[in-house]
């Protein structure tokens, strides 16, 4: 079996994986960049987020100050890859998201959609089945029920739980609504930055990360990709538990 190993390029976590890279190798199992089979995500989750998006089944090895979805304690590395090559583990399967631009497809695994450039509020239009609605504020998300941990719940203090079939529209700061964010059907969307009578920017983001600038009336289309996240569980996963944890509930 063949193995490529992800992390944060840290002097803290160097030692880490040298010891992961060791135990691996003693275990059979062959430590590459490229052709691998599995990959062994070693850090919180900003590393995971990388890591699911190398389109192989991942083994979350949990390192990071903050890792709701990893589930392998790194006391535990050995005996998770024991039980991968015996076949002992159960595979979970977690939503993507494509945001479409331009003919592009960008990939996103907790969060993709429209945030503002200047420090300024823009105004969103939001499209999806019959349903047109604008909001004002500082941008609007679409989250994965994964995603609904992160960025999502400091927008909203709500959380989906990870195997409801559903994206949920999130308000970042918006003016004048009590509402913060809307739970879907996993439905194609279209998000518009609209004309608020001058010329404006935007961002759009996926997982965190600015892919492009949009233009006042430019617009991207959101949709569940039919990829899916593979997470390989050696360990029970109590994502509420550790919620109410991180946040010290």
Known sequence: MRVKIVSKPTSQLNNIIEKIK???????????????????????????LRAVKQNKPVIAVKA????????????????ALLRLKKGDY????????????????????????????????????????????SV???GVLVSTPQGSSGWGMSATNSLLYKDLSAIEIIFVNPIFYYLRSVVI?????????????YPQTARAVVDGEVVTLIKTNQEITVRVSQRKAKILRFF??????????????
């Open 22 to 48: 060791n135990i691996s190798t003693k275990l059979g199992f062959e430590v590459v960049d490229k052709d691998f089979d599995y990959v062994i995500a070693v850090g919180g989750d900003g590393t995971l």
């Open 185 to 197: 059907p996993p439905k194609p969307l279209t998000l518009r930055l609209e004309d608020k009578g």
């Open 136 to 138: 004002e504020g500082d």
């Open 236 to 249: 029970k996963l109590d994502l509420i538990g550790e919620v109410l944890h991180a946040y010290h509930i």
């Open 90 to 133: 159960e595979e979970e399967e977690y939503m993507l998201l494509e945001m479409i631009y331009n003919d592009k497809v960008e990939l996103g695994f907790n969060e993709v959609g429209i945030l503002y450039d200047r420090p300024e509020a823009i105004k969103v239009g939001i499209s999806f089945d019959t349903e047109r609605v």
């Open 64 to 79: 990071g100050r903050r890792g709701l979805l990893m589930d392998v304690p790194l006391d535990k590395v050995e005996e």
